[in-house]
């Protein structure tokens, strides 16, 4: 996909992923298992779920744990592509 799709993708998606107190660790099979499903996946990280830690920090562990390719992140939220 070229950018121009992404961002177009990332505006139409809504977060399916709430990542709270738990951490990211408790999202990241479902995480696997809708981008097996879907283009594009939203995840809000919650001010719970962040401690020390930025929405970018976060997002990175996410992608690395989780094999996804973080897209970008927009406040508390990130997308990630297959």
Known sequence: MNKKELRKLS?????TIWV?????EKVIEELKGQLRERKAVK????????GEKSTEELASILAERS????????????????
Do not use: C, P
């Open 20 to 24: 709270g107190k738990e951490g990211v």
């Open 11 to 15: 505006h139409e998606t809504d977060a």
């Open 67 to 82: 094999g996804a390719k973080m897209y970008e992140t927009i406040g508390n939220t990130a997308i990630f592509v297959r």
């Open 43 to 50: 995840v809000k990280l919650l001010q719970s779920s962040r």
